[in-house]
Nanobody
């Protein structure tokens, strides 16, 4: 099983940028489809972004499209989430997730993924 560790969260102000990283215990490039979710207090876990095994295909939720970008990192075990123009509504615990195989429309659902990280807190002040 692959282990995932998110990092890069913190406290920022409205309009700031932040880059999250998801580092896997093994190579993910060309093996795992990777997803990003977030969960704010009192809310359900929300899909925000996903990237295919070979970084050709990406999906984004409407709430973050145009502001967030997920990419394969320079190392083949890393996926990043670059966030721009952060808003207080972006405050949440951010999780990365992985599934061995190709990306498809099922990537919008939590049930698509087999492996999850423990999350990293992002707090955006007004």
């Amino acid at each position: 099983q692959v282990q995932l560790v998110e990092s890069g969260g913190g406290l920022v102000q409205t309009g700031d940028s932040l880059k999250l990283s998801c580092v896997a215990s093994e190579r993910t490039f060309n093996i795992y489809a990777m997803g990003w979710f977030r969960q704010a207090p009192g809310k359900e876990r929300e899909f925000i972004a996903a990237i295919g095994r070979t970084r050709v295909t990406t999906y984004y939720s409407d709430s973050v499209k145009g502001r967030f970008t997920t990419s394969r990192g320079n190392t083949e075990n890393t996926v990043t989430l670059q966030m721009h123009n952060l808003e207080p509504d972006d405050t949440a615990v951010y999780y990365c997730a992985a599934r061995q195989g190709p990306l498809n429309r099922g990537a919008y659902r939590e049930s698509f993924y087999n492996y999850w990280g423990q999350g990293t807190q992002v707090t955006v002040s007004s």
